[in-house]
């Protein structure tokens, strides 16, 4: 289980963050939605020590940390559990697909690098890049480099995978092969937190969304209660916008 | 017309005997200034308190002056304050002064090396639960590396043409041989010429093999580089 309480980050004097409180369920897919610069990224990139939230307790698989007072060795652990999916795939450029894969588990598992390499191709098969092992990632399109994100946070079998709007860098024909990659493994009943602006998306696979705003959780629930017949104003706005903007054609602008 | 061609084919031999004392110079050099200049770079980019300040210093001063200058400060001007070094090689100060020069300006060829690495690369490598050193050892100085090499490159063969300063605190090197030679025939273009034709052929081999390095690093980041 997945239990963050009362979760405070700010950069400077600007409270980013005011206070999240989210469980999640082990296997269970969560949606986050919001408009820019509400704090989706940030809580994210808490979730995982990207960032240092000054307040808060996070709690993970049974490891659990309280922001205010730590060892980094817990911080250590706990980011253990998680693992990142980024927008922009920041693949290790200077490695080969197989080894951006099987250097982190070689390196963090303590495993030799034969069997790192193993599991990695094993890996890079079932997101689908069989015979891609050795192209470095200026030779992969975006939606391979992807996928070879999602094998590289996959191998290293965390807890949770945290997904930061992996297919808005993406050239439009290519979001799909990310999504089906993220589908199939929310079919491994893998526990994920997908920050996410593709809605059908969120309403096909999540179990829960949230919808966060100014650094709150504005609303939260399952996707047909949220997509279908949201409460709150902003959440009604925010739909509306989106809405309007991607299935009208801006016609509604 | 007086040229004497065979003269500069019979002190070849001679003169070239004197290389690899370039080669020490230069080369030894250049592996302490990338050594003291990663270590400038490491001050520099944490603003290490005190010691940034007094590099920064160090490093305007030795920008600015000459290296003949310093060398001679090195050699004739060090023993009078400190007596114990009144036995300094005339090459390690030529060493000294070349090396603590060029660090000065390595230090900011690596410190923006440093710079150009992606965010993105330290945030995957934080996010793989990578120690600091095993993310900097496989991922960053890799990519490093392929930022400074060329300009670091360029500094060697730099300095290898800069050791022949040595020859005026009384090295032996090949600029000193050719003027030995040439002070009994007075053949000076010959000898000289000679001189300047092994530096240029050094620079032309360096420079080679420094292409194929470049060539090797950037592999990675060439889109053909497909195996
Ligand atoms: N390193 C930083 N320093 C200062 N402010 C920051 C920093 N990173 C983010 N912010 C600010 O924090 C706020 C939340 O940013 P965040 O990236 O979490 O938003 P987001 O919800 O992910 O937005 P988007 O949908 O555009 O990705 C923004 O106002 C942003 O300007
Ligand atoms: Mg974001």
């Not at chain 1, 240092?52 to 250590?76: P, T, Y």
């Not at chain 1, 891609?132 to 030779?139: I, L, Q, S």
């Not at chain 1, 493994?185 to 893998?190: E, L």
Request: aromatic share 10%; proline share 4%.
């Amino acid at each position: 289980m997945i239990k963050i309480q009362n979760l405070h980050k700010s950069y400077g004097n600007t409270a980013i963050l005011k206070g999240i409180d989210v469980e999640i369920k082990e296997g269970e897919v969560l949606a986050i939605i919001g408009p820019s610069g509400s704090g989706k990224s940030t809580f994210l990139r808490c979730l995982n020590f990207l960032e240092k939230a000054e307040k808060g307790i996070i709690q993970i698989d049974g490891e659990e940390v309280n922001l205010e007072n730590f060892h980094k060795s817990q911080a250590v652990k706990l980011r253990g559990k998680t693992g990142m999916v980024f927008q922009n795939y920041n693949l290790f450029k200077n490695k080969t697909a197989l080894h951006n894969v099987s250097e982190p588990l070689r390196l963090t598992k303590k495993i030799s690098k034969k069997q790192a390499e193993l599991i990695a191709s094993d890996m890079l098969a079932e997101v689908g890049l069989k015979g891609k092992e050795f192209n470095y990632p200026v030779a992969l399109s975006g939606g391979q480099q992807q996928r070879v994100g999602i094998a590289r946070a996959l191998a290293l079998n965390p807890y949770v995978i945290l997904f930061d709007e992996p297919t808005s860098s993406l050239d439009p024909e290519l979001v799909e092969e990310v999504l089906n990659v993220m589908k199939a493994v929310i079919k491994q009943g893998r526990t994920m937190i997908v920050v996410t602006h593709e809605m059908e998306f969120a309403k096909d696979v999540a179990d829960r969304v949230i919808f966060m705003a100014d650094g709150h959780i504005v609303e939260e629930g399952t996707p047909k209660e949220l997509f279908e017949n949201p409460q709150n104003e902003r959440t009604k706005r925010f739909l509306k916008n989106y809405l309007s903007l991607h299935n009208f054609g801006g016609v509604g602008i | 017309m007086n040229f004497d061609l065979g003269y500069m084919i019979e002190i070849f031999p001679r003169i070239i005997e004197y290389l690899p004392i370039v080669l020490y110079m230069g080369t030894l050099s250049f592996i302490l200034a990338v050594v003291i200049g990663l270590v400038f770079a490491v001050i520099i980019n944490f603003k290490v308190p005190v010691l940034y300040q007094i590099l920064l210093i160090i490093i305007s001063y030795f920008r600015g002056v000459p290296t003949l200058i310093q060398i001679f400060i090195f050699y004739f001007g060090l023993p009078q304050l400190f007596p114990s070094l009144s036995s300094l090689e005339a090459i390690t100060a030529v060493i000294f002064a070349l090396s603590v020069k060029n660090a000065a300006y390595l230090s900011e060829v690596f410190r923006s090396a440093f710079l150009a690495v992606d965010k993105g690369q330290f945030e995957a490598c934080d996010a793989v639960n990578m120690t600091k050193w095993q993310g900097l050892r496989t991922v960053i100085l890799p990519q490093v590396l392929r930022v400074a090499i060329p300009s670091s490159g360029n500094y060697y063969i730099m300095m290898i043409k800069e050791t022949s300063l040595a020859f005026t605190i009384g090295v032996v090197d090949m600029l000193a041989r050719a003027k030995l030679e040439s002070a009994v025939t007075y053949k000076f273009l010959e000898a000289y010429l000679t001189v300047g034709l092994i530096y240029w052929a050094i620079t032309v081999i360096l420079s080679f093999l420094q292409s194929k390095l470049e060539n090797y690093v950037e592999r990675p980041y060439r889109k053909e580089a497909t195996k």
